[in-house]
């Protein structure tokens, strides 16, 4: 069974940065497609970045220029830099598979706000 862990979420004022990272016990990490997804309020949760198992990389125009996706393979763990926030990135973020599993960890809260 997968289990997702992610972390690194916090408050952060408008323009500034995060990184978030997912441990992912899965012992086939490497050779799987990742995604990281938001969740905001009152909105369905969204696909923003994925990365394939080569490294290719993919985003969704409200975070393109502004977020970076990446692997450590040897870690089984993904990671999400998030710079130049602004208040609409405010969700609960997700990691999962692509395309996703049934089951999602707890998600780490990201706030911006002045």
């Known amino acids: 069974q997968v289990q997702l862990v992610e972390s690194g979420g916090g408050l952060v004022q408008p323009g500034g940065s995060l990184r978030l990272s997912c441990a992912a016990s899965?012992?086939?990490?490497?050779?799987?497609?990742m995604g990281w997804y938001r969740q905001g309020p009152g909105k369905q949760r969204e696909l923003i970045a994925q990365i394939t198992s080569g490294g290719r990389t993919n985003y969704a125009d409200s975070v393109k220029g502004r977020f970076t996706i990446s692997r450590d393979n040897a870690e089984s763990t993904l990671y999400l830099q998030m710079n130049s926030l602004k208040p609409e990135d405010t969700a609960v973020y997700y990691c999962?598979?692509?395309?996703?599993?049934?089951?999602w960890g707890q998600g780490t809260q990201v706030t911006v706000s002045s």
């Open positions: 899965v012992s086939i990490f490497s050779t799987i497609a």
């Open positions: 999962n598979t692509r395309p996703a599993l049934p089951s």
